[in-house]
Every structure is written in C-alpha cells, then in structure tokens.
C-alpha cells in the first residue's frame, strides 16, 4: 500500500462545480504541500501546511492531522484548472517528501 | 524574477552517453532539489542542497547518477552512463527555506535515453 494515497484518480466536471481532491497519508508527517501539473508538464507549487485550512483565491486546502487526511477544494471550477493535483507529504521520521500519485482534473465547458 | 530555469527543455542521447542537465535556481534561494518524474514511479525526490551543499543525496538510483552545486547560482546533475530506464522528465526546484518555504519548480527537461 502506498504511503499517500489520492482519490478519486481521475475527476471529470463541468465548468463551475465544486471540486474536492482527497489525499490520506499513512505516517506521520511534518507538512503537507499540493501541487498542479498543467497539460504542459510545469509544476506550481500551490500550498505548503501542516494545520487547518489554507485559502488561495478559489482553492481551499484542509489537513486533519488526527485522521492523517487532506482535502484541496477548487470553487467554481473553470476549465483552466485543468491539470493534474499532486499531494506530498514531509515524513517527520524520515524527513523526506513523499508523493502521491495524482489525480488528473478535467472541467469542461 | 525569470524563475527556476532548467536547460535543456529536451536531451535525446543514446544509451552509454554522458547526460549533463542544468538549473539556475531563483537569486536568494537557498535550498536547490533535484526531481524526477515517470509515469511508473511519479515523482520522486533524488537530492538537495542548501547552500549549495549536497544535504540528502538518498534518493539518488545509482551511482551513475551524481548532482553538483558550485555557486549559488548553478547546478548539474549528471548520468555516466546513460541508460534507457533513465528516461524521465527531470525538474528541478528551489525555495527560501525546506520546511516553511514554497517550492518554485523549473519545466523541467525531458530526457529520452535510445
């Protein structure tokens, strides 16, 4: 079993749903970082916690340490968030970051 | 501020050959990581430095694989000698600081080992 798993794998949605990207993490970890691969391959980093929430325009991210379980929420999605969501997690024992296998985000128009 | 800048976009050597790639992290960053990414493996971490001393090379496959850091303002990573299982997207990154700090990623380059 993989230390950071992600669901679903793959979301399809139309243009102005609500989106929710979960990432569960089976040790214990220092932080938690999600990032967004566009179709073109670059990455960007788009949060980095290790408590409660954290809001970037219409993205939302929540971690619960105690259920070892995040949550990235994208408001009102648009096409343009298209991409692949990444979730890392830094293992506090190790201290190295650990990543999960994606989930790739379709919105349609 | 130009970014982290990786070069080259795209490497296509034969197996056996000496593959150098590049990185110029953002001025004032202090901490450079080496990734790679396949679509087997996802993406995996295989060195960092912090100011520009090599501070967990763990990650590292093998030891065809070797990463440098001369200045703050530079860094290889090299594979002698190449394989075909090398063939990855390699993105490297830099932040201000490992644990606080975000992480700013290059667009990579594309190496194809023949």
């Known amino acids: 079993k993989n230390e950071v798993e992600q669901s679903p794998q793959n979301l399809t949605a139309q243009e102005g749903e609500f989106i929710t990207i979960n990432c569960s993490y089976s040790?214990?970890?220092?932080?938690l970082h999600w990032l967004q691969q566009h179709p073109g391959g670059g990455i960007v980093s788009l949060f980095m916690?290790?408590?409660g929430k954290k809001k970037h325009g219409r993205l939302i991210a929540t971690i619960n340490i105690q259920e070892k379980h995040s949550s990235l929420h994208i408001t009102a999605s648009h096409p343009r968030d298209s991409a692949v969501y990444i979730c890392a997690v830094r293992s506090e024992d190790t201290d190295k970051l650990i990543f999960g296998t994606g989930t790739r985000l379709q919105v349609f128009p | 501020d130009a970014g982290v800048i990786q070069s080259p976009r795209h490497e296509v050597t034969e197996m056996g050959q000496e593959v150098t790639l590049r990185c110029k992290p953002i001025?004032?960053?202090?901490?450079l990581f080496w990734y790679r990414q396949t679509m087997m493996r996802g993406l995996e971490l295989l060195i960092y430095?912090?100011?520009?001393?090599?501070?967990?090379d763990s990650g590292m496959p093998e030891d065809r694989f070797s990463a440098k850091m001369p200045n703050a303002s530079f860094s290889t990573l090299k594979i002698q000698p190449s394989e075909p299982r090398d063939s990855a997207v390699y993105f490297c990154?830099?932040?201000?600081?490992?644990?606080?700090?975000?992480?700013?990623f290059g667009p990579g380059t594309r190496l194809t080992v023949t």
């Open positions: 430095f912090n100011n520009n001393v090599p501070i967990d």
């Open positions: 001025s004032g960053h202090d901490y």
């Open positions: 916690l290790s408590s």
């Open positions: 040790v214990g970890i220092s932080a």
């Open positions: 990154a830099s932040s201000l600081a490992r644990t606080e700090g975000k992480q700013y």
